[in-house]
């Protein structure tokens, strides 16, 4: 991961230039799993003093200090920004320690040991982190981290030079709904402004006189700065339900908010096999995600099969200032067809997906609960915009509880809890399936609500709990996976550790197995998808980790005359993966070396076999 890191130096002396090159040199040697591209930015325009293993620009601008920082910020692109002076000693793991603390808050500033500076300030400081926006003491203006969504605010202001530049830094952080917290693990030692302190006494007091009074008219005038909105859009997709349409979603426009997304899959939202089951477990990002991810205004959710098709959607849902904003049903109009609508199919067992679900008590208890039950209108929740009020809060908690009580169907529930708050603002746009902010992608793919893991005698809350360090893998393995081995096949069957489609992306980590055993498993692998199965092999396989296939030659009749074989291969097959000429025809990545390649004799039915042993090459 590369962090992008902005120093500001005024180099006046070889004193000063040797702390600047010790700044750069102490950070670059502080990790291992980051990278830092430092940008310095020079501000004495006659400097003779050269700096490694950074970029220097000496920005042909008058020095201010936060306009030197916006320059810096407009010139790199990474997630992360450490904005900082020439005058620090950077700890081993520094950004680790902020890192582990990533989901906590937007804006972050390091522990200064120097001098016992923040020991002095904290009494007792006993957990990880503090949040904070004072100066000095939870705001280190000497060196800060900061996600680059928070630039997406606000710019740095620039209506002071120099002192109180982190002032205004902390207070735009508190307009903006930005959290910012102090890390006690992370040590950066700060020592203590040698640059200003070798200016002359009368250049230290220019740069101080009177700022006090400007600092505090230009935060009584902040007050009225216009807060953007936050706007979270978050869309799940737990045991593959639908196809991945994540990238899907256009690029939002408009002025007075800002927009994220975050897409949770199994990997990053890890199945709960021992306690929910992923169509319940889905719901939690989709009701409760003020919970998962606080701190904004707005909380867009969209199915996975649906995305944003027009450039102006959530401008026109804020717009419509709305409580909720929702989308009609595309069938009924009204709740009470939809249940019964879902009642019906329930009787003749036509719904598997809501079996054993208590549908027809769930529509007692609101005709009977509500005195207007028969007018109550009817959503399609595939798509739906909340507020971030105390108010929702309850309403989506209450939703939650609706569903793991009655039904997963989650558009019974809302409309009905809705319907308790008839001092709610709701504005609905026609049809969830056909309009003009969203694609509806249908359901592209079949839906098999399975365990992602089960392993006899122990269950696994996700693939790395499952897995060693020198892993063994067995594809398609059946009732028959060899001995000491990981077995993975696409059916729930005794022996398999992990069900998936091998079609897809398969759910483990790179460079993890030390052998891959595939026995009458590539035949049965969709004919589209070769290069992408030998490419997954590959991509599990360490160095020099050895796969072996049995299949099927084309030599014989094996390969054909089974009708659900989807793949045919030969020894030529495999020229694809591990000669150069023919790899690059089709420019495939995996490479491979043939240790052992041969096809058996045929059978007394005509049947033969192609034996491939491979080594990863990478």
Same mark, same amino acid.
Not at 5 to 29: E, G, N, P, R, Y
Not at 36 to 57: G, P
Not at 191 to 202: E, P, R
Not at 530 to 545: A, N, Q
């Given at each position: 991961?590369?962090?992008?890191?902005?120093?500001?130096?005024?180099?006046?002396?070889?004193?000063?230039?040797?702390?600047?090159?010790?700044?750069?040199?102490?950070?670059?040697?502080?990790?291992?799993?980051?990278?830092?591209?430092?940008?310095?930015?020079?501000?004495?325009?006659?400097?003779?003093?050269?700096?490694?293993?950074?970029?220097?620009?000496?920005?042909?601008?008058?020095?201010?200090?936060?306009?030197?920082?916006?320059?810096?910020? $407009?010139?790199?692109?990474?997630?992360?920004?450490?904005?900082?002076?020439?005058?620090l000693v950077f700890h081993k793991g520094w950004f680790s320690e902020i890192y582990k603390h990533k989901d906590v808050a937007d804006s972050f500033s390091p522990w200064n040991n120097h001098g016992g500076w923040h020991k002095k300030l904290f009494e007792t400081f006993d957990n990880e982190y503090q949040e904070g926006y004072r100066t000095s003491y939870e705001i280190t203006g000497?060196?800060?981290?900061?996600?680059? &969504?928070?630039?997406?605010?606000?710019?740095?202001?620039?209506? /002071?030079?120099?002192?109180?530049? *982190?002032?205004?830094?902390?207070?735009?952080?508190?307009?903006?709904?930005?959290?910012?917290?102090?890390?006690?693990?992370?040590?950066?030692?700060?020592?203590?402004? /040698?640059?200003?302190?070798?200016?002359?006494?009368?250049?230290?007091?220019?740069?101080?006189?009177?700022l006090e009074k400007v600092y505090l008219d230009i935060k009584e005038k902040n007050k009225n700065k216009k807060k953007m909105i936050r706007v979270l859009h978050i869309s799940a997709n737990t045991n593959s339900y639908h196809v991945d349409h994540s990238n899907d979603n256009v690029v939002q426009q408009g002025d007075g908010f800002t927009y994220e997304f975050k897409y949770l *899959?199994?990997?990053?939202?890890?199945?709960?096999?021992?306690?929910?089951?992923?169509?319940?477990?889905?719901?939690?990002?989709?009701?409760?995600?003020?919970?998962?991810?606080?701190?904004?205004?707005?909380?867009l959710w969209t199915d996975s099969n649906i995305t944003l098709k027009s450039p102006d959607a959530i401008k026109h849902f804020l717009d419509l200032d709305s409580d909720w904003v929702l989308f009609n049903h595309n069938r009924r109009t009204l709740l009470k067809e939809e249940f019964e609508f879902m009642i019906e199919y329930k009787n003749r067992d036509y719904l598997e997906k809501?079996?054993?679900?208590?549908?027809?008590?769930?529509?007692? !208890?609101? &005709?009977?609960?509500?005195?207007?039950?028969?007018?109550?209108?009817?959503?399609?929740?595939?798509?739906?915009?909340?507020?971030?009020?105390?108010?929702?809060?309850?309403?989506?908690?209450?939703?939650? #509880?609706?569903?793991?009580?009655?039904?997963?169907?989650?558009?019974?529930?809302?409309?009905?809890?809705?319907?308790? #708050?008839?001092?709610?603002? +709701?504005?609905?746009?026609?049809?969830? +399936?056909?309009?003009?902010?969203?694609?509806?992608?249908?359901?592209?793919? !079949? /839906?098999?609500?399975?365990?992602?893991?089960?392993?006899?005698?122990?269950?696994?809350?996700?693939?790395?709990?499952?897995?060693? $360090?020198?892993? &063994?893998?067995?594809?398609? @393995?059946?009732?028959?996976?060899?001995?000491?081995?990981?077995?993975?096949? @696409?059916?729930?069957?005794?022996?398999?550790?992990?069900?998936?489609? @091998?079609?897809?992306?398969?759910?483990?980590?790179?460079?993890?197995?030390?052998?891959?055993?595939?026995?009458?498993?590539? !035949?049965?692998?969709?004919?589209?998808?070769?290069?992408?199965?030998?490419?997954?092999?590959?991509?599990?396989?360490?160095?020099?980790?050895?796969?072996?296939?049995?299949?099927?030659?084309?030599?014989?009749?094996?390969?054909?005359?089974?009708?659900?074989?989807?793949?045919?291969?030969?020894?030529?097959?495999?020229?694809?993966?591990?000669? $150069?000429?023919?790899?690059?025809?089709?420019?495939?990545?995996?490479?491979?070396?043939?240790?052992?390649?041969?096809?058996?004799?045929?059978?007394?039915?005509?049947?033969?076999?192609?034996?491939?042993?491979?080594?990863?090459?990478?």
């Amino acid at each position: 991961m590369i962090v992008d890191v902005i120093i500001l130096s005024l180099t006046t002396s070889d004193q000063i230039a040797v702390m600047t090159q010790k700044a750069i040199d102490t950070l670059h040697a502080s990790e291992t799993d980051f990278t830092f591209n430092v940008l310095l930015l020079e501000s004495n325009k006659d400097s003779r003093w050269t700096y490694q293993n950074c970029i220097t620009i000496v920005p042909d601008i008058p020095f201010h200090y936060n306009r030197f920082l916006n320059y810096g910020i $407009d010139r790199t692109k990474n997630e992360y920004i450490v904005s900082c002076n020439n005058d620090l000693v950077f700890h081993k793991g520094w950004f680790s320690e902020i890192y582990k603390h990533k989901d906590v808050a937007d804006s972050f500033s390091p522990w200064n040991n120097h001098g016992g500076w923040h020991k002095k300030l904290f009494e007792t400081f006993d957990n990880e982190y503090q949040e904070g926006y004072r100066t000095s003491y939870e705001i280190t203006g000497w060196c800060f981290v900061t996600k680059r &969504k928070v630039f997406d605010s606000f710019r740095l202001d620039e209506q /002071v030079d120099f002192f109180y530049s *982190d002032n205004l830094y902390a207070d735009d952080l508190v307009i903006y709904n930005h959290k910012h917290i102090l890390v006690r693990k992370s040590l950066v030692d700060h020592m203590t402004s /040698v640059t200003y302190k070798g200016l002359s006494a009368q250049k230290q007091t220019d740069m101080v006189n009177g700022l006090e009074k400007v600092y505090l008219d230009i935060k009584e005038k902040n007050k009225n700065k216009k807060k953007m909105i936050r706007v979270l859009h978050i869309s799940a997709n737990t045991n593959s339900y639908h196809v991945d349409h994540s990238n899907d979603n256009v690029v939002q426009q408009g002025d007075g908010f800002t927009y994220e997304f975050k897409y949770l *899959d199994d990997v990053s939202f890890p199945p709960r096999i021992n306690s929910l089951h992923p169509r319940l477990q889905s719901k939690i990002p989709k009701m409760l995600g003020h919970e998962l991810f606080p701190g904004y205004d707005y909380y867009l959710w969209t199915d996975s099969n649906i995305t944003l098709k027009s450039p102006d959607a959530i401008k026109h849902f804020l717009d419509l200032d709305s409580d909720w904003v929702l989308f009609n049903h595309n069938r009924r109009t009204l709740l009470k067809e939809e249940f019964e609508f879902m009642i019906e199919y329930k009787n003749r067992d036509y719904l598997e997906k809501y079996i054993n679900e208590f549908i027809p008590e769930q529509y007692i !208890e609101y &005709k009977t609960s509500s005195d207007n039950f028969d007018s109550i209108p009817l959503y399609g929740n595939g798509c739906l915009m909340y507020k971030n009020t105390e108010l929702n809060k309850k309403i989506t908690r209450e939703w939650y #509880y609706h569903n793991a009580r009655y039904s997963i169907q989650c558009q019974l529930s809302l409309p009905y809890v809705l319907n308790k #708050y008839p001092e709610l603002k +709701i504005s609905t746009i026609y049809n969830i +399936i056909d309009n003009k902010y969203t694609k509806y992608w249908g359901y592209e793919k !079949e /839906v098999v609500h399975k365990p992602i893991i089960v392993i006899p005698e122990k269950v696994y809350d996700s693939p790395k709990e499952a897995v060693t $360090d020198n892993m &063994k893998i067995d594809l398609g @393995c059946g009732r028959r996976k060899k001995a000491g081995y990981f077995g993975i096949d @696409c059916q729930e069957l005794d022996g398999v550790d992990m069900v998936c489609d @091998c079609n897809e992306v398969i759910p483990l980590d790179d460079n993890i197995a030390s052998e891959i055993n595939a026995v009458d498993f590539l !035949e049965h692998v969709n004919n589209d998808k070769r290069i992408h199965i030998m490419t997954e092999v590959w991509r599990l396989l360490k160095p020099g980790g050895l796969f072996t296939s049995i299949t099927p030659s084309t030599d014989g009749r094996g390969a054909f005359q089974d009708p659900t074989h989807l793949a045919f291969w030969n020894e030529n097959s495999f020229w694809y993966f591990t000669r $150069d000429d023919y790899r690059a025809l089709y420019n495939i990545k995996p490479k491979f070396e043939i240790v052992s390649l041969e096809t058996t004799p045929l059978d007394a039915f005509n049947i033969c076999f192609v034996k491939a042993t491979l080594k990863a090459i990478k």
